[in-house]
Antibody, heavy 119, light 107 residues
Framework: EVQLLESGGGLVQPGGSLRLSCAAS????????????MTWVRQAPGKGLEWVSTISGDGVATFYADSVKGRFTISRDTSKKMLYLQMSGLRAEDTALYYCATATGLDFWGQGTLVTVSS | DIQMTQSPSSLSASVGDRVIITCRAS??????LAWHQQKPGKAPKSLIH???ILQSGVPSRFSGRGSGAEYTLTITILEADDFATYFC?????????FGPGTTVEIK
């Protein structure tokens, strides 16, 4: 079964930066990622799910929610089976649990990493 | 953006009950619809993709159907392990969007 493990969350001041990582195991990341792409989704405390960003199967195309466009960058390293989310210009409203998930149908989810933006 | 709505927002049910959750998109999404289950303090788990295809390992008491802009998730013979929040999600186009969730509580 696919396993995804996020890391990199923490407490950061408004305007700060953070890079989230998602390690994939138990599946052929290159094959799956090449075919299906990978996605970041977030969930603010007590709230619903919000799509953040997706990278295409071939890594060429990236897609972002309007709320993060220009501030967040999604990338991947297939040789390391890693997905990343570079976040800058962080705001209080970015505080959330961040999940990585496979493809756009989100067939598999990680356990999440918490990002708290506060002074 | 495609808006997703769900009904009801919450429901109380007993073990053994049949539960139906409805999800409506603001436009047709060609069965590009997934259902996810989330228990308190846990990550979501995918139950169904392509509107009606169960993910591997998901019990057969879960089923999905629908077309166009309207979809349903049915849980036949509700079990104690099924008390959770259920989200629908469209992946027909970006931005990917989710329904607000339906919480299934114990009566």
């Amino acid at each position: 079964e696919v396993q995804l493990l996020e890391s990199g969350g923490g407490l950061v001041q408004p305007g700060g930066s953070l890079r989230l990582s998602c390690a994939a195991s138990q599946f052929t990341f290159s094959n799956y990622g090449l075919t299906h792409g990978m996605t970041w989704v977030r969930q603010a405390p007590g709230k619903g799910l919000e799509w953040v960003s997706t990278i295409s199967g071939d890594g060429v195309a990236t897609f972002y929610a309007d709320s993060v466009k220009g501030r967040f960058t999604i990338s991947r390293d297939t040789s390391k089976k890693m997905l990343y989310l570079q976040m800058s210009g962080l705001r209080a409203e970015d505080t959330a649990l961040y999940y990585c998930a496979t493809a756009t149908g989100l067939d598999f989810w990680g356990q999440g990493t918490l990002v708290t933006v506060s002074s | 953006d495609i808006q997703m709505t769900q009904s009801p927002s919450s429901l109380s049910a007993s073990v053994g009950d049949r539960v139906i959750i409805t999800c409506r998109a603001s436009q047709a999404i060609s069965n590009n619809l997934a259902w996810h289950q989330q228990k308190p303090g846990k990550a979501p788990k995918s139950l169904i993709h392509a509107a009606s295809i169960l993910q591997s390992g998901v019990p057969s008491r879960f089923s999905g159907r629908g077309s166009g802009a309207e979809y349903t998730l049915t849980i036949t013979i509700l079990e104690a392990d099924d008390f959770a929040t259920y989200f629908c999600q469209q992946y027909y186009t970006f931005p990917l969007t989710f329904g607000p969730g339906t919480t299934v509580e114990i009566k």
